[in-house]
């Protein structure tokens, strides 16, 4: 599987001259990714913590994604909160930032889905063509 780098609005590639605000620290990149962990509590999204990463199965990046959604921190500069979801690997420098990202797919996975008929919050079938009047 390959992995696209996309990078959000506003950020210092899409920006010039922008000032990136990039956690310091893996330490402050790790609490980042617990405030996160937090914000999804909040929204009622159950989560997987891990070393560096939180896993969040309930959200989907699209239809047919099985795989589930996925936010890893690296050891390594930048420090980032990279959210990785259906092949791209968006970086973002805060929880808030990351919670915005993800907030579209939370208030999805709570619709039932026009194109299969599954349930809110269950997964769409694998070949799922969602009907596209209802964006």
């Keep these: 599987m390959s992995i696209s780098l996309t990078y959000p609005a506003g950020s210092p590639t899409q920006t010039a001259g922008a000032v990136p ?13 617990s405030r996160l962990a937090e914000l999804l ?13 939180l896993a969040i199965p309930g959200l989907a990046a699209g ?10 921190t690296t050891s390594n500069p930048p420090h980032a ?5 259906g092949g791209n690997l968006t970086p973002h420098t805060s ?3 990351t919670f915005a990202r993800l907030h579209p797919l939370i208030e999805a996975a709570a619709r039932p889905c026009d194109g299969c008929d599954a349930e809110a919050g269950a997964p769409c079938n694998p070949n799922c063509l969602p009907d596209p009047t209802n964006d």
């Design 21 to 33: 605000a990039w956690p310091a620290t893996a330490e402050a990149a790790e609490a980042e990714l």
């Design 41 to 53: 509590a909040e929204a009622g999204v159950t989560t997987v913590p891990a070393a560096g990463v």
């Design 63 to 72: 239809p047919g994604d099985a795989a589930g959604i996925r936010v890893r």
């Design 95 to 97: 929880a808030d930032s």
């Design 81 to 85: 909160l990279y959210v990785v979801a």
